[in-house]
Nanobody, 124 residues
Framework: QVQLVESGGGLVQAGGSLRLSCAAS????????MGWFRQAPGKEREFVAT????????LYADSVKGRFTISRDNAKNTVYLQMNSLQTGDTAVYYC?????????????????WGQGTQVTVSS
């Protein structure tokens, strides 16, 4: 069982930056693949980024590649999403998720545990 709590969302102007954090409780955090997803009003929840258990391998959605960076600190049971050059299209609720296994996972249905989400609003 893993519990996830996101923080760090807020209101930022276009071009600005935010860093989201996801604190995990429970056993064997380092054994999970972690991911970030987002959901804008009226849209499906979409994949943003994923990181393997070791932290050395990451994968991004094309829409955020080069602007967002996912990282993890297994000693702190925390995963991060650094978001730079934010655009109005990045406005959404951002969710942290944990999946069994060690490979990248981009499909939300592969994730067993979810946080409650944190709102990110980018103004023009």
């Amino acid at each position: 069982q893993v519990q996830l709590v996101e923080s760090g969302g807020g209101l930022v102007q276009a071009g600005g930056s935010l860093r989201l954090s996801c604190a995990a409780s429970g056993r064997a955090f380092s054994m999970y693949t972690m991911g970030w997803f987002r959901q804008a009003p009226g849209k499906e929840r979409e994949f943003v980024a994923t990181i393997r258990w070791s932290g050395g391998s990451t994968l991004y959605a094309d829409s955020v590649k080069g602007r967002f960076t996912i990282s993890r600190d297994n000693a702190k049971n925390t995963v991060y999403l650094q978001m730079n050059s934010l655009q109005t299209g990045d406005t959404a609720v951002y969710y942290c998720a944990a999946a069994y296994g060690r490979s990248w996972k981009t499909n939300r249905y592969e994730y067993a545990y979810w946080g409650q989400g944190t709102q990110v609003t980018v103004s023009s």
